[in-house]
């Protein structure tokens, strides 16, 4: 264990929720787009861009980690007293690629990891990448991955080339998510391009606060759109604490509740609860990237203590010292276990 008194905690096991991957097929494939300038996402360009050409100590260590699914990671794992990473591949993932492509490299890229995870099961869990835009072969392809590789749910990269999942047309995943019993998390990649300038011309775009503020909006459309309403038992996990919206709950329910009633939006339909009930009922948030007790604490308060899991975003937010904060928040040995293991044990089937 590591140095800096970062240990085994009394009967807990750190397990940590979103945790990143790549594959170098696809650290060479975006490259490719990257050199090419197709993609026609400025927000991609620009973040990946920095990642992979930029060259620097800090953010080669970052492409490197990404890469292993060995000995690398088991290190830095021991290092940081984690017991076991829930891991998927890094953001976008296949969402900027076209459906066809997306939805092949899916069925490659998840076999590979789930050869990796059984290599180490004691260590590994995984999550499924998934094609979004080609949703009917994302729904197969997530019932392929639980049912016959033993991964334990999907990742969703926010917007697909600007679509939201909203739209019906996405809800074979969900449909397929909730039959199985498996979350989908909802990770952040940059916005669109319809929403990119205002962010990237300020240095906002990225996971500094562009992420938070587009993957929160997708999860009120996803709230709105009904979703919950049609698949009850659906799961959603989301990063960051809930990407600001628990702060937002009281607002967005007292204003959901009177714009519905006027009848100005299309799209604004009744609901069965309140916005903030779909919150405590179907989902559940991480502490990936926000290792800070008054913002945790203020999750579980809102949400409940059961709705709050561990995360670390490795390796892009590999800080040893941020552990030792979450080890120490102000609540009791059980508390710190359910927020650690056994939420996510429940959550993600392991
Ligand atoms: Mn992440």
Do not use: C
């Not at 264990?1 to 594959?23: F, H, N, V």
């Not at 980690?65 to 990671?73: A, C, F, V």
């Not at 033993?150 to 600007?162: E, W, Y």
């Amino acid at each position: 264990m590591g140095s800096d008194g970062i240990g085994a905690l009394d009967g807990i096991k750190r397990i940590a929720t979103e945790e990143a991957y790549a594959p170098p097929d696809l650290i060479a494939r975006y490259k490719q787009l990257i050199r090419d300038g197709v993609t026609g996402d400025a927000g991609f360009e620009s973040l990946m861009g920095y990642f992979l050409f930029n060259n620097s100590e800090r953010t080669n260590a970052i492409v490197d980690r990404l890469q292993d699914l060995g000995q690398r990671r088991l290190a830095d794992m021991d290092a940081t007293g984690v017991a076991r990473q829930i891991i998927s591949l890094t953001a976008p993932g296949l969402q900027v690629f076209d459906a066809d492509t997306a939805a092949g490299l899916a069925i490659s890229y998840n076999d590979q990891l789930a050869e990796a995870v059984g290599t180490h099961a004691d260590r590994f869990t995984g999550l499924a990448a998934v094609a979004p835009h080609a949703p009917s072969a994302a729904a197969k392809e997530l019932e392929r991955a639980v049912n016959h590789l033993g991964l334990r749910g999907a990742i969703v990269n926010s917007h697909t080339q600007g679509e939201y999942l909203d739209d019906e047309k996405f809800w074979p995943l969900f449909e397929a998510a909730e039959s199985l019993g498996v979350p989908v998390y909802l990770h952040p990649q940059t916005p669109p391009p319809s929403m990119i300038k205002p962010l990237l011309e300020s240095g906002l775009d990225g996971a500094i606060y562009g992420f938070a503020v587009e993957t929160g909006m997708h999860l009120l459309r996803i709230i709105m759109s009904g979703v919950f309403d049609r698949f009850p038992k659906l799961k959603l996990v989301v990063g960051h604490l809930g990407e600001a919206i628990p702060y937002w709950l009281f607002r967005v329910d007292f204003f959901h509740r009177g714009i519905v009633s006027t009848g100005r939006y299309e799209r604004l339909k009744p609901l069965k609860l309140k916005p903030s009930d779909y919150m405590k009922r179907n989902v559940y948030v991480t502490s990936s990237g926000m290792a800070w007790e008054p913002v945790i604490m203020y999750a579980r308060s809102v949400l409940g203590a059961d709705r709050v899991l561990y995360a670390m975003d490795y390796p892009y937010q590999y800080q040893p010292e941020e552990v030792l904060v979450t080890d120490h928040l102000p609540i009791s040995q059980p508390e710190l276990k359910q927020f650690y293991q056994s939420t996510a044990q429940q959550v993600f089937g392991i």
